[in-house]
T-cell receptor, first 113, second 111 residues
Framework: DAGITQSPRHKVTETGTPVTLRCHQTENHRYMYWYRQDPGHGLRLIHYSYGVKDTDKGEVSDGYSVSRSKTEDFLLTLESATSSQTSVYFC????????????FGPGTRLTVL | GQNIDQPTEMTATEGAIVQINCTYQTSGFNGLFWYQQHAGEAPTFLSYNVLDGLEEKGRFSSFLSRSKGYSYLLLKELQMKDSASYLCAHPNSGGYNKLIFGAGTRLAVHP
C-alpha cells in the first residue's frame, strides 16, 4: 500500500460538464501520474508531474488538464467531458529507491452520458 | 517504435504452469515490469527485470532477453486466485519513468 487514494471512486456525468478527479498521497512522493484504462488499449498515460507545479503531457492528453499545487495532491480535470472520456482513471506514484516502480491508486470509474 | 505485444487471453488449469509472453520494440531499454490486475481493481507490481535472465519470486518468475526484445512471466502451481490480467510495461525513452503498457493478457484458471 503506497498510501494513494482517489476521489471520487465512481462518477456519472453529462457531456459538456467539467469534472475533476483527485489523487492524494501521504508519503511525499515526487512523481505522480494519471492513466486511463480502456478495453483493448491497456493503460495510457494522460499527464504526469515531477514536482509541485511541474507537469507535462503524456500520450493521450487532449481534453485533459492537471494541476499540482502541493506535493500530496494531483488533480485531473476534464474541462468539458465527452463520451470518449468514459473510462477508468488510475493515479500512480513512483516509488522511492525501488527500481522506479510505479504503484497505483484504486481507480475512478467515470461515465460520461 | 515502442510497441508492446502480449496475447489477449489465455486459459489454464489449476495446478498447472503457464507462460505469458511479452515482446517489445524500443531503443534505450531501461527495464521491464510485470503487473497483475484483478477485475475491477488496480494493477499491482509483480516484478522488474533490467538484466537478462530469470528472476524467481515464489510461484512467479520473470525472464528477460534484451537482445531479443522478449520477456515472459511464468506462473507455477496455478491457483484460482491467479485469474487476472497480466500487464507488461517498460519506461519510454523520454525519461521521468513514463511507462508504456501492453494491452494485457487475461488469464482464466479453471478447476
Amino acid at each position: 500500500d503506497a498510501g494513494i487514494t482517489q476521489s471520487p471512486r465512481h462518477k456519472v456525468t453529462e457531456t459538456g460538464t467539467p469534472v475533476t478527479l483527485r489523487c492524494h498521497q501521504t508519503e511525499n512522493h515526487r512523481y505522480m501520474y494519471w492513466y486511463r484504462q480502456d478495453p483493448g488499449h491497456g493503460l495510457r498515460l494522460i499527464h504526469y508531474s515531477y514536482g509541485v507545479k511541474d507537469t507535462d503531457k503524456g500520450e493521450v492528453s487532449d481534453g485533459y488538464s492537471v494541476s499540482r499545487s502541493k506535493t500530496e495532491d494531483f488533480l485531473l480535470t476534464l474541462e468539458s467531458a465527452t463520451s470518449s472520456q468514459t473510462s477508468v482513471y488510475f493515479c500512480a506514484i513512483r516509488g522511492q529507491g525501488s527500481a522506479d516502480t510505479q504503484y497505483f491508486g484504486p481507480g475512478t470509474r467515470l461515465t460520461v452520458l | 517504435g515502442q510497441n508492446i505485444d502480449q496475447p489477449t487471453e489465455m486459459t489454464a488449469t489449476e495446478g498447472a504452469i503457464v507462460q505469458i509472453n511479452c515482446t517489445y520494440q524500443t531503443s534505450g531499454f531501461n527495464g521491464l515490469f510485470w503487473y497483475q490486475q484483478h477485475a475491477g481493481e488496480a494493477p499491482t507490481f509483480l516484478s522488474y527485470n533490467v538484466l537478462d535472465g530469470l528472476e524467481e519470486k515464489g510461484r512467479f518468475s520473470s525472464f528477460l532477453s534484451r537482445s531479443k526484445g522478449y520477456s515472459y512471466l511464468l506462473l507455477k502451481e496455478l491457483q484460482m486466485k491467479d485469474s487476472a490480467s497480466y500487464l507488461c510495461a517498460h519506461p519510454n525513452s523520454g525519461g521521468y519513468n513514463k511507462l508504456i503498457f501492453g494491452a494485457g493478457t487475461r488469464l482464466a484458471v479453471h478447476p
